[in-house]
C-alpha cells in the first residue's frame, strides 16, 4: 500500500514510524513532513490546510490510505473531499469534527447525550458574558468556540482575570472568528487523563492510558503548552475508571454521534478530569494526541494499518487491541521561549548518539534540515521517547538519551513520568 499522512509534528514522527512497521505499506509519504520524517518516508512540501492539493497529490500517486494528523483539515472536511473522489481516509468528516471544531457543538452534544462534563453557559454578546461574570464564584473556565491551537482556554482566578479574557478573545478577537462565542463553564478539580478510542462510526475500541503533562514547567506549574510529555499506561487508579469512561463517555459519543447523523470514524480523543463525582470531559479532540501518541503508539502490537483500515470500513468490532505490557515515556525537548515567542534555526547535535541509547528513539516535532544539518523550527522540537520494564525504568533511559541532546536554549521538563512513580502497574 501507499500511505500519505499529513503533518509535521512529532505524532506524525511516531504514526510514519509505525505504520512502516505495517507488512501491508510499500511507501509512505508526509506532507509537509520535517527533518526526522524526511528519514524514513518522502516529505512532499504541501501544507497541511492545504486540502485541494493534498486531494490532488494524493490522486496523482494513487495514494491507498490517507492519514490526517492535526485537527484543521478535518475541520475543514478534508475527509468528505477524499471521499467524494473515493479515496480512502482515516479520519472524521467535517460535520464529526464539529466535537473538537466547535466547544459549543461540543458541550451542547455532550448535554444533549447525558455525557458527563463541566456545567456550562455559551455567550455571543461581550456584555451579557460580563454580566455573569461578575455575579460568579472564581474560578471559572472560559473557552473560546473554535480553534486556536490549544491556546482558547483561560482559568480565571478572579473577575480581573475574567474581564481580560472576555475582552481579549471577544473584543480584540485575538483567535479570530473562534471567539465569536464563548463557553463559560465550571472549573474541574482532579487529576486528567487522556482517553483515545478509534470508533468506525458504529463500533469503538479504546487504546491504552496516557497522561499528557500541559504545563510548561516542573510540578504542573507555568502556562499551558501543547504537551511538554507523555506516558503510558496511565497509574493504577486512573485506569480501573477505563470502563466506566468507556461506557458514560466513548459509547454515548459514538451512538449520539451516530443518531445525529454525523457519524464518527477516526480517533476519537477524551481529555477527562477524574473528579470526586467520577471522571468528566474536558474537551474532545478529533485526532490522536500530540505527545500522547508518542507513548501509546510504541506499546501497540497490533498493525496500526489493519486497525485503520478497519476504521474506514466500519469493521472495529474485528479488532481486538494488543499492549506491549512495558511502560513508555516520552520527554519533549523544547525552544526556550516556548510557549511563548521563541527563536528558530538553531544546531541540533547529538541526535545519533540518544537515538543509540538502547529502547529509545527521538520524534522530530519542529525540526528542517539546511545543508546537512538539523535545524529547531518550532516551539516543541524532539520528542525522546523510551519504553522500559516500569515506568521508572521508562523515565531512566528516555532521560539518558535526552541528555546527549544538545542545542541552543533546549528547555525541557524533568519530572514527566515522576508522578506515576510507584502507582503504574504494566
Ligand atoms: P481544553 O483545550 O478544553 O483541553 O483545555 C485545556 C486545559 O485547560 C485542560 O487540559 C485542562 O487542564 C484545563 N481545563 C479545561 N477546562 C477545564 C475545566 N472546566 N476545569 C478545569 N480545568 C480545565
Ligand atoms: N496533548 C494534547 C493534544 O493533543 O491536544
Redesign the pocket.
Known amino acids: 500500500m501507499k500511505i500519505l499522512v499529513i503533518g509535521s509534528g512529532g505524532r506524525e514522527h511516531a504514526l510514519v514510524w509505525k505504520i512502516l512497521q505495517s507488512e501491508r505499506v510499500r511507501e509512505v509519504y508526509c506532507a509537509p513532513g520535517n527533518a526526522g520524517i524526511g528519514e524514513l518516508a518522502e516529505c512532499v512540501n504541501i501544507k497541511a490546510d492545504d486540502i485541494a492539493g493534498l486531494l490532488h497529490f494524493a490522486k496523482k500517486e494513487k495514494i491507498d490510505l490517507t492519514v490526517v494528523g492535526p485537527e484543521v483539515p478535518l475541520v475543514l472536511g478534508i475527509v468528505n473531499e477524499f471521499e467524494k473522489e473515493n479515496l480512502m481516509i482515516f479520519g472524521p468528516s467535517k460535520e464529526a469534527a464539529r466535537l473538537e471544531g466547535s466547544?459549543v457543538f461540543s458541550k451542547e452534544f455532550m448535554k444533549r447525550h447525558n455525557i458527563p462534563t463541566?456545567d456550562f453557559k455559551v455567550f455571543d454578546d461581550v456584555k451579557a458574558a460580563e454580566a455573569y461574570v461578575s455575579d460568579s464564584r472564581f474560578?471559572l473556565?472560559i473557552?473560546a468556540d473554535g480553534l486556536a491551537s490549544?491556546k482558547?482556554?483561560v482559568?480565571a482566578k478572579n473577575f480581573a482575570e475574567a474581564k481580560t479574557a472576555l475582552d481579549e478573545i471577544m473584543r480584540q478577537k485575538i483567535f479570530g472568528d473562534a471567539g465569536r462565542r464563548v463557553i463559560i463553564?465550571?472549573?474541574?478539580?482532579g487529576e486528567?487523563a487522556s482517553i483515545l478510542a478509534v470508533g468506525d462510526g458504529s463500533n469503538f475500541a479504546l487504546l491504552d492510558s496516557a497522561q499528557?503533562h500541559?504545563r510548561i514547567f516542573d510540578g504542573d506549574l507555568g502556562p499551558?503548552t501543547g504537551g511538554m510529555g507523555a506516558y503510558s499506561p496511565a497509574p493504577g487508579g486512573l485506569r480501573e475508571l477505563l470502563r466506566m469512561i468507556a461506557f458514560n463517555i466513548i459509547m454515548p459519543v459514538i451512538q449520539g454521534m451516530r443518531k445525529e447523523e454525523c457519524s464518527f470514524r477516526g480517533v476519537l480523543y477524551a481529555?477527562i478530569?477524574i473528579t470526586e463525582d467520577g471522571p468528566k470531559v474536558?474537551?474532545f479532540n478529533v485526532r490522536f494526541g500530540d505527545p500522547e501518541t508518542q507513548a501509546i503508539l510504541p506499546r501497540l502490537k497490533n498493525d496500526l494499518v489493519e486497525v485503520m483500515l478497519a476504521s474506514c470500513e466500519g469493521k472495529m468490532h474485528q479488532v481486538r487491541l494488543d499492549w506491549d505490557k512495558r511502560a513508555c515515556v516520552c520527554v519533549v525537548l523544547s525552544s526556550r521561549g516556548y510557549p511563548g515567542n521563541y527563536e528558530k534555526g538553531k544546531e541540533i547535535t547529538g541526535l545519533k548518539e540518544a537515538s543509540s541509547v538502547s529502547s529509545a528513539v527521538v520524534f522530530h516535532a519542529g525540526t528542517e534540515k539546511k545543508d546537512g544539518k538539523v535545524l529547531t523550527s518550532g516551539g516543541r522540537v524532539l520528542g525522546v521517547m523510551s519504553l522500559g520494564d516500569g515506568i521508572e525504568q521508562a523515565i531512566d533511559t528516555a532521560y539518558q538519551a535526552v541528555e546527549k541532546i544538545k542545542f541552543d536554549g533546549c528547555f525541557f521538563r524533568r519530572d514527566i513520568g515522576a508522578k506515576a512513580m510507584g502507582r503504574v502497574e504494566t
Open positions: 466547544k463541566a474560578p473556565v473557552k490549544g482558547g482556554v482559568i463553564e465550571e472549573c474541574l478539580i486528567e499528557d500541559k499551558n481529555g478530569m474536558l474537551e
